[in-house]
């Protein structure tokens, strides 16, 4: 079945004021058209931040616990409608079933532990001389741009409509254009969780209708996940009156020592590096191997990498890639990586079986002898192609993984508590994992990167930081008489 889907602005399901549509396509299968949405443009989104501004009093007006009160549905209406989210999941992104079942669980997770906030969002009071108090009060900011990429198109929007309208902002929505459809139901899901119909909006389309999500001076604050050059342009825009928060892309490094067991550090890099197809922010995208063990380790990630099933259904380990220009670039970066002189040890190819020709299907590929400076070792290539690279010490191995403009994502695997220390006070990522997978987060843990990862100015998904992003705090001085 062929999706028709809608803006949702001023509390109805409308198309584009254009006319303008966009098909998506089953990235397993580019012959099934999976729907057809909105391509929105500036119109659009004007009209959804004038409906917004005059629903933003209702909203923010609403009992906390009613707030609260209305996630907690929404997630039960999630969780009611997961299987059949679970098949549209894969459908729409390219997800494996397991990926899919995993995400969808965690989404609703997500939304109740919001909920929670609603009710916690506290001041403070500050000594002062009496008869006179001082004391603050946090209030809703206005309205939150929320802007989303693809790779986790329910748990991430998750993660910012759910605080957002938990301090009771209202919320304009520009989902990525790979996956409208996962947006569309997380916005009926809240619908029908009891949100009022003019609190949220949802604006589908391009890069084009997130730009104008970001110029429209009303939003008061931007909470942006994609690609870092889309979230500079995004920083420049918004200026130093309004609030932006910016999680952008990884190049994540699994450093393995002498001592580590080879079995069980090739198995958690290849499921960071291969897990979503490569397409996690967090993924694995190169190792760094002290001289001692660098070659059996190489064997061992490669085996294990050979033995992945690519493909779609029960028991396929790798997805598809999620687009056409997803699947261009995993091609220039091979290219790129044989074109600089590293070794293509696997992998590096479109999946040529006839059950796989449709799709965006690639083999898992695993480069060795590469040297600093390499764009292999530089770029985020956002697909399933792991780097080794050679050091002859901790120290260097430690230099090589801090040795790139993003800082999202580390892991050390030892079984020295010392050099596991070391790692954790020396990498400059906002995540440190030892003798774990660089992906895989902890959803009532603080998350985001350092360096180019990441605006670092609020953290998401938890901590102390979390709510203060979606709210404002104002100082009150009272006295009882002038
Ligand atoms: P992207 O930057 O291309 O797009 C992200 C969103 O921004 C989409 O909704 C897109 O339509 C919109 N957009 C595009 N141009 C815009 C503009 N000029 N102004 C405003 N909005 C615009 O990223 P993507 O391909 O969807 O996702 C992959 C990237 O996201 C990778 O770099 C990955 O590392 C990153 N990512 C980061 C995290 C994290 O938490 N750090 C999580 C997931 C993905």
Redesign the pocket.
Same mark, same amino acid.
């Given at each position: 079945m062929t999706i028709a889907g809608l803006n949702h602005i001023d509390g109805r399901w409308v198309p584009a004021a254009s006319g303008a549509v966009f098909e998506r396509r089953n990235p397993a299968d580019e012959s099934d058209l999976v729907g057809v949405f909105p391509d929105s443009d500036a119109v659009d989104v004007r009209n959804a931040v004038d409906a917004l501004d005059k629903a933003a009093p209702e909203w923010a007006g609403t009992a906390p616990e009613r707030r609260a009160a209305i996630l907690e549905a929404a997630a039960d209406h999630l969780t009611a409608q997961a299987s059949s989210l679970v098949d549209e999941l894969i459908r729409e992104e390219g997800k494996t079933r397991t990926e899919a079942t995993m995400e969808v669980s965690r989404t609703p997770m997500n939304l109740r532990f919001y909920a929670g906030e609603a009710t916690r969002a506290t001041g403070a009071t500050f000594p002062a001389p009496a008869p006179t108090t001082v004391y603050t009060v946090r209030e809703p900011i206005g309205i939150v741009g929320a802007?989303?990429?693809?790779?986790?198109p329910l748990n991430?929007p998750s993660r910012k409509l759910g605080p957002a309208l938990a301090a009771g902002n209202t919320v304009l929505f520009?989902?990525?254009?790979?996956t409208p459809l996962m947006g569309q139901r997380l916005v009926e899901a809240l619908l029908a969780g009891g949100l009022p119909a003019g609190a949220i909006a949802l604006v589908q389309?391009?890069?084009a &209708?997130? &730009?104008a999500?970001?110029e429209d001076q009303r939003v008061a604050a931007v909470t942006?996940?994609?690609?870092?050059?889309? =979230?500079r342009?995004?920083h420049r825009c918004v200026g130093p009156e309004r609030r932006v928060q910016l999680?952008? =892309?990884?190049k994540n490094p699994v450093v393995v020592l002498a001592d580590a067991d080879l079995d069980a550090a090739a198995a958690l890099i290849v499921k960071g590096a291969f897990g979503l197809s490569g397409? &996690?922010?967090?993924g694995t995208s190169r190792v760094v191997a002290v001289d001692e063990i660098h070659d059996a380790l190489l064997g061992k990630v490669v085996a294990r990498t050979e033995a992945l099933t690519v493909g779609i259904g029960a028991g396929a380990a790798m997805g598809p890639l999620a687009s056409s220009s997803q699947l261009a670039k995993f091609l220039e970066y091979v290219k790129i990586g044989v074109d600089e002189g590293a070794d293509l040890i696997c992998g590096g190819t479109r999946c040529e079986e006839e059950s796989l020709r449709n799709g965006f299907f690639v083999r898992p590929t695993v480069f060795a002898n590469t040297s600093p400076g390499m764009r292999l070792l530089s770029d985020?290539v956002?697909g399933p192609v792991l780097a080794f690279q050679r050091a002859a010490s901790f120290d260097e191995a430690l230099t090589l993984a801090n040795d790139v403009a993003f800082g999202?994502s580390a892991s050390v695997v030892t079984k020295n508590l010392s050099a596991a220390h070391r790692f954790v006070a020396g990498s400059r990522t906002g995540l440190v994992k030892v003798n774990q997978p660089t992906t895989g987060m902890a959803m009532n843990a603080p998350?985001? =990167?350092y360096k180019q990862?990441?605006t670092q100015t609020f953290k998401?998904q938890a901590g102390p930081t979390l709510m203060q992003f979606y709210q404002s705090e104002k100082t009150v001085y009272l006295s009882p008489d002038a």
């Open positions: 802007i989303t990429p693809w790779n986790f991430i520009k989902p990525s254009e790979i389309g391009g890069g &209708a997130g &730009a999500v970001v942006f996940t994609g690609s870092t050059a889309v =979230g342009s995004i999680e952008m =892309g990884g397409q &996690a922010c967090t985020e956002f999202l998350f985001g =990167g990862s990441s998401e």
